[in-house]
């Protein structure tokens, strides 16, 4: 075997010709014989290269709509024939099989299909049969055969020929390692749109992720843990292709952190402006205004302890105004739809910030799931698109709550909702005053949440909590009464939680006591 292998015959069908100009002169000018098929020959031909059709070749020619037009021994003997073993080379003699040294295909363009909302019909004929035939065929035996998949490898290639006038083995595992990867991808995705989309199946027996490298990050969590960034096929929008404007390179801790506030920003998506503010995946504040300005102050009065070097994410254009008062302090992600002139200009100066432009926000009830790695496994679920409307809500103490309290209750609620548990939330006015997350009981959450609201109270020369008059809801139901009698101390009047309790009479007992308003929701919200 040589050093750099000769390309003696090449065989090309392309879907996507991009690239093809240079790499076919630079195959024909170190010699290869050029066979294609329909649409690539003609380009080929037009682009002033001689060319053998397929059809010439296996003797037969293209039938059934182009179906079946590769799916020939002349074919995929040519390909998978062992140059130095004597019965495959008998056979390629007897059988008049000359070999092919390079297979340049790229697939049907499946997903691209599926995304344009075109008919079943059309998506099972983009449903490519020869070309990963060819591609797997070529790549089992790359030791003979180059497999040319991407066209961001032709470059690489034309240096190759160009420098030694052939490709090394190593270099053709490496495209063909690309090339069985490209193949296990097409065929998740169409696995993929089966259950899913024609079939309606949530969870089906088996299932693939087709998912490309969009980036290696710096490290992971922690500096001695590696990580990359991968992109879904067929999906769009969200933080992982959310523009970049400014700032350096995203880490592994700033994308999970802006996704968790896109996630809870999602849920405001249709509300007055509003701001959220994440630390390590937790909101530590988040407010509505009648303006972006507004609700920062707000959400930033909350915990502006936890807020330095956190995540912000705005549910409207970013303002300039708002820009200029969130680089106050020292923030590292800015998340907006979108943001304009002022705003950019505010954040220029502070280079290491990074502003994420993600276009529209999406619907908080859109369907999807989540997937959680545990030790030899993975865990899928629907992911929590659960809302609480008014009409849901049921009042079990002998109190009605006001209207306002009722406002507060479901703000609350809806924050609630993408704090870790255990979780507890203090809201009034339209804006977080307390925060509880993680806790192991949810009494200590409820009084971490006070110890927070009494501090921002001293900070800003409050003369009481914000957590004063305030509702509170809890993630899960109170198991005893002791974490409802800690919101009771920190001055809460309304409370919302699922309920659900074998003690609900024992805890109803104690806020009809305090005089508080309770409602319960039947639902619970566990992040955990």
Excluded at 40 to 45: E, I, P, Q, S
Excluded at 124 to 136: C, F, H, L, Y
Excluded at 149 to 159: E, F, H, K, S
Excluded at 414 to 423: G, Q, Y
Aim: with cysteine; net charge negative.
């Amino acid at each position: 075997m040589k050093e750099h292998q000769p390309i003696r015959r090449a065989l090309i069908s392309l879907s996507d010709k991009e690239g093809l100009e240079p790499l076919a002169e630079a195959l024909v000018r170190h010699g290869a014989e050029l066979v294609s098929t329909g649409g690539t020959a003609k380009r080929l031909r037009e682009l002033g290269h001689e060319v053998r059709d397929v059809s010439d070749l296996t003797g037969f020619p293209e039938m059934m709509d182009g179906r079946v037009k590769t799916l020939h021994p002349k074919v995929h003997g040519a390909i998978l024939g062992v140059r130095d073993n004597p019965d495959h080379v008998a056979a390629m003699e007897e059988h008049g099989i000359a070999p092919i040294d390079m297979v340049v295909v790229n697939l049907y363009p499946f997903e691209e299909t599926v995304a344009s909302g075109a008919d079943r019909a059309t998506i099972i004929e983009n449903i490519d049969i020869g070309g990963p035939s060819m591609v797997r065929s070529a790549a089992k035996n790359h030791g003979d055969v180059a497999i040319l998949t991407d066209p961001a490898d032709y470059d690489a290639v034309i240096g190759e020929l160009d420098g030694h006038g052939g490709l090394t083995l190593e270099f053709r595992r490496m495209l063909a390692a690309k090339a069985f990867a490209l193949t296990a991808s097409y065929d998740a995705a169409i696995s993929g749109w089966f259950a899913f989309a024609d079939q309606g199946e949530a969870y089906p027996e088996r299932r693939s992720l087709a998912a490309v490298k969009a980036s290696e990050l710096r490290y992971g969590e922690n500096p001695h843990q590696k990580a990359a960034l991968y992109l879904p096929q067929a999906v769009v929008g969200g933080i992982a292709r959310a523009e970049q404007v400014q700032g350096k390179e995203l880490s592994y801790n700033n994308l999970n952190d802006a996704d968790a506030a896109f996630d809870l920003l999602s849920e405001f998506r249709d509300g007055p402006p509003t701001v959220v503010i994440v630390k390590h995946a937790n909101p530590c504040g988040v407010a509505s205004g009648e303006t972006l300005e507004e609700a920062w102050q707000s959400a930033l009065a909350c915990d502006s302890v936890s807020a330095f070097g956190g995540i912000v994410a705005v549910n409207r254009t970013l303002d300039g105004a708002t820009a200029r008062a969130i680089t106050q302090i020292f923030t590292e992600v800015v998340v907006a739809p979108d943001a304009d002139d002022d705003a950019k200009a505010a954040f220029a100066a502070k280079k290491n910030l990074r502003l994420l432009l993600t276009g529209p926000i999406p619907d908080p009830r859109r369907p999807g799931q989540t997937v959680k790695p545990i030790a030899g496994g993975l865990l899928y679920q629907d992911r929590d698109n659960a809302m609480v409307r008014r009409e849901d809500l049921k009042v079990v103490t002998k109190r009605e709550p006001t209207e306002q309290e009722v406002a507060d209750c479901l703000f609350a609620w809806t924050v609630a909702k993408h704090v870790k548990s255990n979780a507890i939330v203090y809201a009034k006015d339209g804006a977080t005053a307390g925060i509880g997350a993680g806790q192991m009981n949810r009494r200590d959450s409820a009084r971490i949440a006070a110890i927070k609201a009494r501090e921002a109270a001293e900070t800003y020369g409050w003369d009481e909590p914000r957590t004063v008059g305030s509702a509170v809801a809890s993630d899960a139901f109170f198991p005893f009464a002791d974490g409802l009698l800690a919101a009771v101390d920190a001055g809460a009047t309304a409370v919302i939680q699922p309920g659900g309790s074998i003690r609900d009479d024992e805890v109803i007992a104690a806020a009809d006591e305090a005089g508080l308003a309770m409602l319960f929701t039947g639902m619970r919200h566990f992040r955990h």
